[in-house]
């Protein structure tokens, strides 16, 4: 060994060391970053954030917030000031209630401006109780919009009558309009809400099938609303019940009856397709949760504090499960309602049309292509690479058009088709 190998082999190794020991630390930096990252983008939002986004929200026409003024939501928050839950729904019931009063007394004398009072009224108690009615003030703003749901309704042509169908010792609650005039039987879509819509939302949209023959019942599926039971492996039996009273209503078509789904809704209207086909002509589904998304890794890591979603998706989720209470037991509970864990998905379906949204964060896509390679029939499928949940891209698919664009004419032509 020469004098300059003694010399500058240890000084070089220092320096590999050292190198080494900062990639390492820049490394692990970074790596920390990303966590923190993570952790934020999981984060709920806070008040002052929450008011924020849904006043953007109500600007842009953008779920939940859909036909709500910009100006009725930020009165309504200039007396929220913190996520007690009363305090929000004593907001929205303050300015709701306005026009409530309103529409009350214009009756009368102005019946179009008291029907327009009430949808306002409507909306913004419906907001108020959103996601779910979990405290007292939100169980109230509830009630309230269910009231002034039941007023504006008094205004449809043709009418919309309450239905209530006994089920296990309760109710199923649901909103029946058939077309004006019709000539024997027509043909019905069920309508089943998502997680925080209701099916005052779906009586709402589905008065647009009417003019096509097509009449409709929309009840709230399992947890949500007025629904008697929640979700189980086998709340789908609350379904098949609405599918009987259909069938019992001489003015209905037993053999041309539909189910639509949004989100929560679309995963009953998947295991309908496979459950009750024989019952079914077809069956359309917007974004809905098959297997992948009961995985307790994606609640951890894409449900809670889940931005696409304004505010307490994972808490709105657990209150309509049975029997769940924690966070523990829902990541225990959910794989068990997976279509594939309870070995229906690959079984024969009735035909189905498919939406969803590439950018989905709240169920992946990756569900909804698994969807759409099982079963007997071919599926028809609308997928959006732009789009987020159900499809929608704000500004060019809003929740409307994908309505009025693709739903409305594939069940026109599904139920209007001759029976196979």
Sequence with gaps: MTAGQTIWGPLIMKNRISFLFLTLLLVCTVMADLVLAQKEERRERTIDEVKTEAIHRAEVGQYPLIGLDPADVKEAFETIHTADKD????????VGDRYFNEAKSLEKTDPTKANADYIRAWRIYSFGRWPIPASPGKQRSYEKALEAFREHAKFFDPPMEVVRIPFEGKEIIGYLRLPKNAKGPVPLVIAVNGLDSRKEDLTESFSAILPFGIGYLAVDGPGTGQAPIKVSETSER?????????????????????LHGVS????????MAIVERARLRGCSAQSPPIDMFFQKDFLMNHLLGNREYLFDQVPALMNILEGVHT???MGEF???ISL??????????APMLIIAGVLDTQVPIEDEYLLLSKGDLPKEAWINPHGFHLGRQVGVWPDPR?????IIPWLVKTLQSPAN
């Design 264 to 271: 929560w809704g679309a995963y009953w209207a998947t295991k």
């Design 402 to 406: 994908i309505f009025k664009e693709v």
């Design 87 to 94: 305090e929000w729904a004593a907001g929205f019931m303050r």
């Design 327 to 329: 966070l523990d037991e």
């Design 340 to 349: 594939v864990h309870q070995g229906l998905l690959g079984k024969p379906m």
């Design 238 to 258: 609350m379904l098949s019940k609405v599918i009987d009273y259909a069938q019992s209503r001489p003015e209905i078509d037993k053999n041309r009856i539909a």
């Design 334 to 336: 959910l794989p068990k």
